[in-house]
């Protein structure tokens, strides 16, 4: 149940994203049309986004440790917005889903989804008692 509420937030971040024109990230629909398509795509690069994140992630972010640490964390945005590049080029390969116009593009997109994912996370978070 959490993998699905996290691939629905990133949906509607990456969602966000798009809808700021001056970033330059689109997402491109599986199939012409309604906007059905457009959700479906949304959720699939955004479990895409996930895999990506939870796999390739995972292995950067321990080998990329020490720069973590000489950088106190900012390397971070770097890395997301790495990950974020490689789900749009793994969902290019199918020709649809997301596109970004370059690499720190994708830094910046990653950092206003980081900052939807945080807000969403405070709003969606069960109360402990």
């Known amino acids: ?24 990230v689109v997402v491109i629909p599986f199939a012409p049309g309604e906007t059905l398509q457009l ?19 995972t292995i950067v972010k321990i080998l990329t440790f020490p720069l973590y640490v000489l950088t106190l964390g900012l390397f971070s945005l770097i890395v997301n917005g790495f990950l974020l590049w490689l789900t749009a080029w793994i969902t290019g390969l199918w020709n649809w889903g997301l596109r970004i116009d370059g ?13 939807i994912n945080w807000i969403a996370g405070i ?4 109360r402990r008692r």
């Open 1 to 24: 149940m959490g993998f699905l509420i996290r691939a629905v937030v990133n949906a509607f971040a990456i969602w966000v994203v798009t809808l700021i024109p001056v970033l330059g």
């Open 39 to 57: 959700v479906i795509t949304l959720l699939a690069v955004a479990a895409i986004f996930a895999i990506v994140n939870s796999i390739v992630g």
């Open 123 to 126: 709003i969606i978070r069960p």
């Open 103 to 115: 690499f720190w593009w994708g830094v910046v997109a990653a950092i206003v989804i980081s900052l």
